[in-house]
């Protein structure tokens, strides 16, 4: 297998803009793009969507630092919380003694990145998907699933679902798994958070109703603690 590394780089930021939903902010953010590099090449190339389904293509998988694995992670942060660092793609579940489960991730694509703090306010296993009304009106392919399309193999929100939740309302925002498991690594989503169906299956199993779940806002520093 070709070993190919990750790097992290600032790409188009948009205007951070800060509303507020239901008393908590939320904040949509500017968007940063994954690059991996070639050993074979020597360089280091986007990680777009063509390239992303090449390499899943070629080796089943997403890039080995996407791949589920437990690492150090230093925070304040009670275990069982989940952090998002949307820039580098990833998703962690604090453990105890400051390791985290650290998953790979999808993020929303440009004008679609978010940041703030909610909570996981329902799961579902194998979820209906029902696109939001915004999606359906310019979304031909969305439109036709208006009143919601049975969960299952193709469905988009994959095998688990877990419903973000601020101030006990739905943010319309979930983490769930994926019929594209090559997107892993990409800005591809409209603000929601998609990860592998196994990882997905994974976070569910160890995830409670009403966990708390921390979106971080792009450039934040993770060694510094949440």
Known sequence: MVNLLTRFRRYAPLLILAPILAGTAIAYAQTF?????DPDTR???????????????????????????????????????????GDKHFLYYVLPNFQAIRYGIGVGRDGFGWAG????????????????PEMVARDPNAAKYAGGMPGGPEN????????LYVGGQDSIYRIHGTHQPWTIGLNISSGCIRMVNDDVIDLYS???????????????ALYKGV
Do not use: S
Request: proline fraction near 7%; avoid cysteine; charged fraction near 25%.
């Open 33 to 37: 793009k994954t690059q991996i590099y």
């Open 43 to 85: 360089k280091w190339y986007n990680y777009d969507q063509n390239r992303a389904m090449k390499y899943y293509r070629k080796h089943g998988q997403t890039p080995g630092d996407f791949q589920r694995q437990v690492v150090t992670f230093r925070t304040a942060e009670k275990p069982g919380t989940i952090i998002i660092d």
């Open 117 to 132: 703090i909610v909570e996981v306010g329902r799961k579902a296993e194998w979820p209906t998907w029902t696109p939001p």
């Open 156 to 163: 988009p929100l994959g095998a688990r679902a877990m419903y």
């Open 206 to 220: 160890r995830v409670e109703v009403g966990a708390r779940v921390i979106v971080l806002m792009q450039g934040a």
